[in-house]
C-alpha cells in the first residue's frame, strides 16, 4: 500500500514537472524568435559592406576578362526577320535583299528560303573563295540572284581575311566555310590555333560604292553576318544616301563599347529594334520622317 501512494506522488511529480516545462518552453518562445531575429538582421547589416565589396570585385574582375556575363532568357522560338519577311510576301512586295557574309547560301542562312522563291532580288556578298565557291553551286540557275566575290570594308581596294585552313577530311559544312574574319583573334575565340590559321588577300569594297555600282534605290533588307566586323558595316549602311529598311546583324560578336553607341546610332536614324538569341533586328520606323539630331 505504502509503495503504490509512493508511485502516485511520484507520477504527480512528474507529471507537474513536465507541465512546468511546457509552460516554461512555451514562455520563452516569442523571446527565442526575437533574439534569432534581432542576430539575423545584425549579421546581415554586418556582412553585407563586404558582400558588396566583393561583388564589385568580381565584376571588376569579369571586365578585364573577354567574356560577358549575361542573364539567362528563354530560348527565342520566333525570329523578328521571319516576321518581317513574311510580311513583305503576303503583301505580295517586291523585295531587294543585300546580303554581307553569304557564306554557302545555306549554312545557318535565314534567308535562302525566301531567295529561292525567285521573287525577290539578291545580292550575296562572300570573300571567302571556299565559300564563294559553294555560293555559286548552290544558287546556280537563280536569275533573280547576284553573286559578288568581295569583301566590304572602309574602302575600295584590298584587304587581308583571315581563315581557317582547309584539309582533305573537311566536310561539305565544315568551319572554313563558316568562320573567316579580319581580325585573327575572331578566329582564335572559336578555338582555333594560330597554326591553323592563314591570311589571304581579297578584293574590298566599300559598302556605299557598291550600292551606287549596283544601281540600287532601295534596299528592304540588309542583311549582315561579318565575323566581328557587323557593327561597322552598320555604321556603313546608316551613312549611305539609301538606307535599308531593315538591318539584321548578329549581336552575339558585339565589342561591349561598340553595343550602346550602335544601339543609340540606330534609334537616332529612326529605327526600332528587336532581337533573338544571336541577332538584332532594325526596322525604320514606319511612315514616319525621322531627323538624325
Known amino acids: 500500500m505504502g509503495d503504490a501512494v509512493e508511485d502516485r506522488e511520484v507520477k504527480k511529480s512528474v507529471g507537474k514537472s513536465q507541465a ?12 527565442w524568435h526575437l533574439l534569432q531575429k534581432k542576430n539575423l538582421i545584425e549579421c546581415v547589416c554586418y556582412y553585407e559592406p563586404m558582400i558588396r565589396r566583393i561583388k564589385s570585385l568580381v565584376r571588376q574582375m569579369v571586365a578585364m576578362t573577354p567574356f560577358e556575363v549575361r542573364r539567362t532568357l528563354p530560348a527565342a522560338t520566333l525570329e523578328p526577320l ?26 545557318n542562312d535565314p534567308i535562302r528560303q525566301y531567295v529561292t522563291r525567285g521573287s525577290t532580288r539578291a545580292i550575296l556578298i562572300e570573300p571567302n573563295p571556299f ?5 555559286k553551286k548552290n544558287y546556280e540557275g537563280l536569275p533573280n540572284v547576284t ?15 583571315y581563315r581557317i585552313k582547309k584539309n582533305a577530311t573537311d566536310s561539305e559544312t ?22 591553323e590559321i592563314e591570311r589571304i588577300t581579297v578584293p574590298c569594297r566599300s559598302l556605299a560604292s557598291l550600292v551606287a555600282e549596283l544601281g540600287l534605290t532601295k534596299i528592304d533588307l540588309l542583311q549582315i553576318d ?18 535599308p529598311e531593315c538591318i539584321n546583324f548578329e549581336h552575339i560578336h558585339l565589342k561591349k563599347a561598340d553595343r550602346q553607341p550602335l544601339f543609340d546610332d540606330l534609334k537616332a536614324h529612326g529605327y526600332l529594334l528587336g532581337y533573338d538569341d544571336w541577332n538584332i533586328l532594325a526596322r525604320q520606323t ?5 531627323k538624325v539630331h
Open 20 to 31: 512546468y516545462g511546457k509552460e516554461a518552453i512555451g514562455d520563452s518562445l516569442p523571446h
Open 82 to 107: 521571319h516576321l518581317v519577311l513574311d510580311s513583305y510576301y503576303a503583301r505580295g512586295e517586291e523585295v531587294t535583299i543585300l546580303q554581307v557574309g553569304a557564306c554557302d547560301g545555306i549554312t
Open 131 to 135: 565559300a564563294f565557291a559553294r555560293l
Open 147 to 161: 553573286l559578288l566575290q568581295t569583301a566590304i570594308g572602309d574602302k575600295d581596294g584590298e584587304a587581308h581575311l
Open 174 to 195: 565544315d568551319q572554313t566555310l563558316q568562320v573567316a574574319s579580319f581580325y585573327e583573334k575572331h578566329l582564335m575565340h572559336h578555338g582555333k590555333k594560330s597554326h
Open 226 to 243: 561579318a565575323e566581328g566586323f557587323d557593327a561597322a558595316v552598320v555604321r556603313m549602311a546608316l551613312n549611305m544616301p539609301v538606307q
Open 286 to 290: 514606319p511612315h514616319e520622317e525621322t
